[in-house]
């Protein structure tokens, strides 16, 4: 059984930083590529962030010079430093992993449960 587990969402004003925790445990032989996405009512979820495993990363425009996405392999947990946090960035942030649960498995998706983040004064 994999799960991930987000943390860090919350309220903070405009122009104020979040830092997300995505923490993966269970049954895990590898993990591939990790990312942030995010989601608001009525519209598809949409890409924030990516990185692989060897840490090459790609960001949505909209984030792009104040988001930083890292990861710790030896923890199995990713983040995602948010700056200058607009009220546009308010969602549901979700976490998902491409891994392998043994070696001889296929590689999965998995998701998170969200965590609210929200900017407002």
């Known amino acids: 059984q994999v799960q991930l587990v987000e943390s860090g969402g919350g309220l903070v004003q405009p122009g104020g930083s979040l830092r997300l925790s995505c923490a993966a445990s269970?049954?895990?032989?590898?993990?591939?590529?990790m990312g942030w996405y995010r989601q608001t009512p009525g519209k598809q979820r949409e890409l924030v962030a990516g990185?692989?495993?060897?840490?090459?990363?790609n960001y949505a425009d909209s984030v792009k010079g104040r988001f930083t996405i890292s990861r710790d392999n030896a923890k199995n947990t990713m983040y995602l430093q948010m700056n200058s946090l607009k009220p546009e960035d308010t969602a549901v942030y979700y976490c998902?992993?491409?891994?392998?649960?043994?070696?001889?498995?296929?590689?999965?998706?998995?998701w998170g449960q969200g965590t609210q983040v929200t900017i407002s004064s």
């Open positions: 998902n992993a491409d891994l392998k649960i043994y070696y001889y498995s296929d590689r999965a998706s998995y």
């Open positions: 269970g049954s895990i032989f590898s993990i591939y590529r």
């Open positions: 990185i692989t495993s060897g840490g090459r990363t």
